[in-house]
C-alpha cells in the first residue's frame, strides 16, 4: 500500500486552509466537504458541496457524506466538532495561531493524508520565502509603524500570525501586546484615540470579508493628522489572503505586506 492511499478518503473541512492544502498536495480527491466561506482556490467552491460557515454548520449534511475525518479549527469551532464527535465522527480540530502553529498544521495535515515528504518541501520552500523576505526587509532604512486593523467596528488588532508575519516583511505592529490574544474580542481597541497616539505610517484594513473603506478610516474624528491618514497610507489586504492560517498567509499575505513596506519606504523611509 502507498503512503498515498493511507489517512481518512473522505474528509470535511470546516475553515478554507486545509482545504487549499490538500488542493496544493494534490489531495483534493479526499475532500467532500468545504466551508462556504472558501475562495482559495476558487474552484473549490463549484467542485465540493459547500456544509459549513465558521461558527455554524450543516450537522445532517455532513453525516450524509460520511466523512472519515472532519477538519477543524479552534475553541470557536467547538460546538461544531462535540455534535460531530456524539455522532461517531473522527475530528481534529487545529488551534494554530503563530507562523510556527501553522507550519505544524500543514506538515500534520500533510502526514495524515501520506503526503509527509511532499510537505516538508513545500514548507522548506515557505520558510526559504519568509526567509529572503526578513533578509530584504533588514536593508530597509526604517521601519514603518502600521496598524492592521481586523475589523472597524469596534476596532480590532491584528492576530498573532499576521503580527508576525508583518515582521518579516519590514513593519512594526503598533498593538504587539494585544497580538497574543487568541480571540477577537480580546484584541479590541476601545478607545480609537489610542491609536491615534500611537501614529501609525501605515494602516491596512481587513475587515473580515467586508470591504475595506478607506475614505471612512480618513474621516474619523481625530484621525487627520496620524500619519497614515496625511500621507494616504491606508491599504487593503483581502481577509482571504491575510486571516486564514495557512498557506495564503505564509503566500500571497506576507508578499503583499512586503510590498506595502517597501513601497512606504520608497516614499517616505528615507
Known amino acids: 500500500m502507498s503512503t498515498a492511499s493511507l489517512g481518512p478518503q473522505r474528509i470535511v473541512c470546516l475553515t478554507e486552509e486545509t482545504t487549499e492544502w490538500l488542493y496544493l498536495l494534490g489531495e483534493e480527491r479526499r475532500i467532500v466537504g468545504i466551508s462556504g466561506y472558501t475562495v482559495r482556490p476558487r474552484r473549490a467552491r463549484d467542485e465540493k458541496p459547500k456544509v459549513s460557515a465558521f461558527l455554524s454548520a450543516k450537522i445532517d449534511k455532513i453525516l450524509a457524506l460520511e466523512p472519515d475525518c472532519v477538519f477543524g479549527f479552534s ?35 500533510a502526514a495524515m493524508v501520506g503526503q509527509a515528504e511532499q510537505g516538508l518541501a513545500r514548507i522548506a520552500a515557505l520558510q526559504a520565502r519568509l526567509d529572503a523576505i526578513r533578509m530584504a526587509a533588514a536593508t530597509l532604512p526604517r521601519r514603518p509603524r502600521v496598524f492592521f486593523e481586523e475589523w472597524d467596528e469596534p476596532h480590532i488588532s491584528a492576530i498573532a500570525w499576521v503580527s508576525e508575519l508583518l515582521g518579516i516583511a519590514g513593519g512594526d505592529d503598533c498593538f504587539p501586546e494585544l497580538a497574543r490574544e487568541p480571540l477577537g474580542k480580546q484584541r479590541i481597541i ?40 496625511r500621507h494616504g497610507e491606508l ?36
Not at 85 to 103: L, W
Not at 199 to 225: H, L, T, Y
Open 75 to 109: 475553541d470557536l469551532q467547538a460546538d461544531i466538532a462535540s455534535q460531530l464527535i456524539r455522532h461517531g465522527v473522527q475530528v481534529t480540530v487545529f488551534n494554530q495561531r503563530s507562523v510556527a502553529q501553522i507550519f505544524s498544521m500543514l506538515y500534520q495535515v
Open 190 to 229: 476601545a478607545d480609537g484615540a489610542e491609536i491615534v497616539r500611537r501614529n501609525p505610517d501605515i494602516i491596512i484594513g481587513s475587515w473580515c470579508g467586508k470591504k475595506f473603506r478607506p475614505e471612512k478610516v480618513a474621516a474619523r474624528a481625530g484621525w487627520q493628522d496620524v500619519a497614515a491618514v
Open 235 to 270: 491599504h487593503e489586504i483581502k481577509s482571504a489572503d491575510i486571516l486564514q492560517p495557512g498557506p495564503a498567509a505564509l503566500s500571497d499575505g506576507v508578499e503583499q505586506l512586503h510590498r506595502i513596506v517597501v513601497d512606504w519606504s520608497d516614499r517616505h523611509g528615507r
